[in-house]
């Protein structure tokens, strides 16, 4: 089992030469290996950072440039002098808006870590201290008193997941029990095939608006966190398209010939679906389920930007809003975070998908 | 060699004492096209008794699959009706079992419950112990005697094919329809399931009806040749009684006297 999940990762095949070169076995072809499967990848790492690098200096000499030019109109050549200074000496309060280079999003990064270090032994103390209290509401009946404070950067990317992962659900929840009645008729797939072609290109932003007309009216007097209602359901509408089509075409594709068995067993409608259609279409289905999540994480920065829930969508947005000197490369932080966790969710579906698949 | 003459290969008329299994009655098969309708098979009778094997060939495109197909209930009849047991068939059913051209298990399945399906339509009020038997029993049989837990395709395509005759057989059938089962398969792999499945077919006694464009094979296998003409409007039109004893075993039939005098009818047949 271990093995098989080694394989279907690819670890086992990104490990295979450097175990081959340490036992001094191939060594020529192995170098190979490694230099195609590393060092260009990670070249071309270097390449990107280094053209970021260079147009991020260029940018930022560009700005500069403007910024003494328009010193030197309003306070003449003093007011000049003085802004290149201030520009060469680092002072935050005079650097250029730009886009920031790749050393300061590194030290963003740090600092974000730092931040969050800070913010959660906070969290802990507060904990502590209130863990007494909390321990006599639960007992009365009242809910506990909950840390209230800023979120961290860490906290942002726990509370997207969650959202994307109850979007998600929802997705699947809706989209594949619909895929499979409408795969099993060619008339209801008939009769839904306009609405779905219509519904599926319609833009993240207004099922945000959409969900968000419904739901403000259905729980207009409930006390549940409406903001995170409205981000989910969002993003699970906006991604759910991927995965009915997918099941719905899975399960009007099932071999002739496993339809033809199936009658000649005179299967009930209940058996052919649970033992063969289900079965035969679980690949489509979790191809579908695969590009259901990466749109859903891909819709998810837009709508919780809109719907002000609280998330890495937000952490940009209040970022990009407050203007601070190193706003802008915290924004770079988060969109390098946004892929990677992207990058590594369909990693794992891909994984699930390659079990799910019988035809090895 | 020149080709013999039918009344002198085959000069006296036996009477078959045995029930009639399956009778096609004036069947056709008519598509409609948007140039008008295209016949496939036209006025076929046929009457097989009851522990008869039979083969069907004919050219590719003649229209044998589809009287197969239409006999196992999964392709319409146009006209005419066939009975099997003097009962009119409805559609598809596991009195009329099938074994396909390419092996059709389910793959997410092992080779186990792949009979196992069949086997829990066929005799619902078995108990486990007893569905269990059954398929190991047919499993065994065709060769599988370990392997049957393993996935379907995890099995070669004869395997498969083996697991096929097995289901074929477990559902304990009235007819046993065979839709060219080893056309997919190499050489060897059909020598060794064209003896598996006669192998079975001796035990059991189940008529049977084969569909191929395999001379050999059908001559081997079979009680009686079916050879059909080509379409549109196809018809049966010859068949030869193979009359050598069972059980058969491949070596003896090959060096038999009349082999190849039944062989060149045959051929004399497909080559008009």
């Known amino acids: 089992m271990k093995e098989r999940i080694l394989q279907l990762t690819g670890i086992q095949a990104f490990l295979a030469p450097w175990i081959s070169v340490i036992k001094g076995e191939e060594v020529q072809k192995n170098v190979q290996a490694l230099l195609k499967s590393y060092i260009y990848p990670l070249l071309s790492i270097l390449l990107f950072i280094g053209i970021w690098h260079a147009g991020a200096t260029y940018l930022f000499n560009k700005e500069a440039t403007a910024k003494i030019e328009k010193a030197r109109t309003e306070r003449g050549e003093a007011g000049a002098l003085e802004m290149q200074n201030c520009i060469i000496s680092g002072d935050v309060s005079c650097q250029p808006n730009t886009l920031p280079s790749p050393a300061k999003v590194w030290d963003a990064y740090l600092s974000l870590l730092a931040d969050h270090k800070i913010i959660s032994a906070k969290k802990d103390a507060f904990d502590l201290k209130v863990a007494k209290t909390n321990e006599k509401r639960i007992a009365k009946g009242q809910d506990p008193i909950t840390y209230t404070g800023r979120p961290s950067f860490v906290d942002q990317i726990k509370t997207s997941l969650k959202t994307v992962f109850a979007g998600f659900l929802l997705a699947a929840f809706i989209a594949i029990p619909i895929g499979i009645v409408i795969g099993l008729s060619t008339t209801l797939r008939t009769s839904f095939n306009w609405l779905i072609q219509i519904l599926k290109p319609v833009s993240p932003v207004v099922w945000l608006l959409l969900v968000f007309m419904i739901v403000k009216t259905v729980m207009s007097d409930s006390d549940m966190d409406k903001s995170f209602m409205i981000s989910f359901i969002s993003v699970g509408l906006c991604s759910m398209w991927a995965t009915l089509v997918n099941t719905s075409m899975g399960v009007s594709t099932v071999d002739k010939d496993f339809v033809n068995v199936a009658k000649v067993l005179k299967l009930s409608i209940g058996q052919n679906i649970f033992k063969v259609v289900l079965p035969s279409s679980l690949p489509m289905i979790f191809t579908g389920l695969r590009i259901t999540l990466s749109v859903a994480w891909m819709v998810l920065i837009a709508i919780e930007l809109l719907a002000q829930s609280p998330g890495l969508g937000s952490f940009v947005w209040e970022e990009f809003q407050n203007g601070a000197s190193d706003s802008n490369a915290k924004i770079i932080v988060a969109m390098f975070v946004i892929g990677m966790i992207g990058f590594m969710l369909d990693r794992i579906m891909m994984v699930v998908q390659k079990m799910m698949s019988f035809n090895k | ?272």
């Open chain 2, 1 to 272: 060699m020149s080709v013999i003459a039918k009344d002198i290969l085959q000069p006296e008329i036996i009477e078959d004492t045995r029930p009639d299994m399956l009778v096609c009655k004036d069947i056709a098969k008519i598509y409609p096209t948007p140039k008008g309708d295209y016949t496939v098979l036209s006025d076929l009778q046929l009457t097989i008794k009851k522990g008869e094997f039979i083969s069907i060939i004919g050219h590719s495109g003649c229209g044998k699959s589809t009287l197969l197909t239409m006999i196992a209930g999964l392709n319409d009849i146009s006209k005419g009706a066939v009975y099997v047991d003097g009962n009119e068939v409805r559609g598809a059913g596991p009195d009329r079992a099938v074994v396909f051209q390419s092996p059709s298990l389910f793959p997410w399945m092992t080779a186990l419950q792949n009979v196992m399906i069949g086997v829990k339509q066929v005799f619902p009020h078995a108990t486990k112990k007893q569905k269990q038997d059954i398929c190991k029993y047919y499993l065994d049989k065709v060769g599988l005697g370990n392997d049957f837990n393993k996935r379907a395709s995890e099995l070669s395509q004869g395997m498969q094919q083996r697991v096929g005759i097995a289901r074929g057989f477990a559902l304990k059938p009235k007819v046993l329809l065979l839709d060219e089962p080893f056309g997919m398969l190499d050489s060897l792999t059909r020598g060794e399931l064209q003896d598996v499945l006669l192998e079975v077919w001796q035990k059991e006694q189940i008529t049977a009806i084969m569909v191929t464009h395999d001379v050999d094979e059908s001559i081997f296998l079979a009680d009686r040749v079916i050879m059909m003409t080509s379409g549109p409007y196809a018809k049966i039109g010859d068949e030869l009684r193979i009359p050598f004893e069972r059980p058969r075993n491949r070596v003896d039939i090959l060096e038999h006297p009349d082999y190849y005098q039944y062989r060149g009818y045959l051929m004399d047949f497909l080559n008009h």
